[in-house]
């Protein structure tokens, strides 16, 4: 998700809450303690130089039960984020403490926005020697096919 979608979102919602992915929800009085730019300029495993910037969400949650952010809130702290640190339509990654501290990507799903966990994956398979996935075929699936049996040509 970008920042222009969730403000998108945002402007269409009474409430914000956010889904983990164990499907429980961030206690409702979480604060968004920042919104930050954060730039990763990095070499992967095959050599090449990459570079990725993201727009930081930091959620928060304490016993300050009397103060909710509301949508329009959250949106007029994206748009000073925005400005001040000139950032255009940058892709979210969260930070979220639970057992320790977790970065996910975001989502929707029409009423939440849903933490999502990221994921690692090599970025230069070809250069690490990495084989492809093959694709799995059921092999009862072949054989109800007929493709191998007397006279279908598999042979």
Known sequence: MTLTEIKNHLSNAEQIAF??????????????TEVGRVTKDFIDCGGKRRKEEVANFQLWEENDYDHRL???KLVHIIELSQKTLEMGDLPIEVEYQGATIGKYELDHDG??????????????????????????????DMAASNSCSPGGGCC
């Open 19 to 32: 889904k983990l992915p164990d499907g429980s929800l961030v206690p409702s009085h979480f604060h968004v």
């Open 70 to 72: 509301h949508p329009e």
């Open 111 to 140: 009423e939440n926005f849903l933490l999502v966990s990221k994921q690692t994956a090599c970025l230069a398979k070809e250069a690490c020697g990495v084989p492809e996935k093959k694709e799995m075929v059921d092999i009862s």
